[in-house]
Each structure stands twice: as C-alpha cells, then as structure tokens.
C-alpha cells in the first residue's frame, strides 16, 4: 500500500510566517507612525545648532548677529556698518521655512512675543552678539494636537533642548 502525500503546510510553517509578517508590520508602523514626533525634534535640534553656530560666528567674526522669528520660520541677519540689519543669503544662514502645520512661539527676556506683526524694516527679536552675549530667548516648535519642543537660550550658556508640556 502506498502512502498518501498531503501537499500543503504545516502548521509551524504558518505560524513562523505569522510571526515574521508581524515583526515587518510592526518595523512599518513604527517608521512611519511616529514621523510627526521625529520632524519636530529635527526642527528644534536644527534652530538649536544654528543659533550655536551663529553665536560662534559673532564671537569668531566680531560680528553682530541677530535671528528674526516669523509664525512660519526664522532667518538669521547681521548688523551693517551704517547700523541696519541685512538678512544674511549664504547658504548654512538661509531663511529656513517651517513645514506645514508647523507652529512657532518665541518670548524674549520670560516674555511672549507676538509674531503675527512684522515691523518695516525687519528687526530681530534675539542678538547674537560678537562678545559671546545672547538675548535671552525660548523659542516652542510643535504642531497642533502634537509634540512640541522648546529650544532655551539664557543670555550665556549652552541652548537647552526640551520637550515642552502641553498647553
């Protein structure tokens, strides 16, 4: 009598296929579901080394230097001879745009400022000055229904990093 094949799987054979579909469709979700949290840290962590690196730059340079805040980004300026601001073009200090749904609140010296009213011409809301001084500042990037990080600079001193507590 011959024996009779089934053709088919076993069932441990389903199960490890199982098993490792749920590990990709996890990996999936992570990569993609916590993008919000991720591009919002990015974004905090780039004004922070800007503003580090500018204040490097004034003190380096004997430049003064100054960043003006926008509801939909920043851009980092220096001071002319004749004492105006001009917007600085190259290509590290370029105005930087925030993404989409993106939003910024600054206060200088513990107090809010309000940026919905841009004054002709520009002026900075923090100096980066050439003797290593700095306007003291925060500045909170989020989005809404989000996460939200602060970027803190005393007036000397390291820019602290942070996550900041919901409103």
């Given at each position: 009598m011959r024996a009779v094949r089934h053709a088919g799987?076993?069932?441990i054979e389903l199960l490890v296929v199982l098993v490792l579909i749920g590990i990709i469709v996890s990996f999936a979700a992570l990569s993609v579901g916590g993008s919000g949290e991720r591009e919002v840290e990015q974004e905090a962590?780039?004004?922070?080394?800007?503003?580090?690196?500018?204040?490097?730059e004034a003190v380096l340079k004997s430049l003064e230097m100054a960043v003006l805040f926008a509801p939909d980004g920043y851009q980092f300026m220096?001071?002319?001879?004749?004492?105006?601001?001009a917007v600085l073009a190259d290509e590290v200090f370029r105005r930087r745009a925030l993404p989409a749904g993106?939003?910024?609140?600054?206060?200088?010296?513990?107090?809010p400022?309000?940026?919905?009213?841009?004054?002709?011409?520009?002026?900075?809301?923090?100096?980066l000055?050439?003797?290593?001084?700095?306007?003291?500042?925060?500045?909170?990037?989020?989005?809404?229904?989000?996460?939200?990080?602060?970027?803190?600079?005393?007036?000397?001193?390291?820019?602290q990093l942070s996550v900041a507590e919901a409103p």
């Open positions: 799987f076993t069932l962590r780039r004004l922070a080394a800007l503003v580090k690196l500018a204040s490097d220096v001071r002319r001879d004749d004492h105006t601001w993106f939003s910024l609140e600054l206060a200088v010296d513990g107090l400022v309000d940026l919905g009213k841009p004054k002709e011409p520009p002026e900075p809301q923090v100096f000055l050439s003797d290593g001084e700095r306007t003291a500042f925060e500045v909170e990037l989020g989005v809404m229904e989000g996460p939200r990080y602060r970027v803190t600079g005393p007036m000397l001193g390291d820019l």
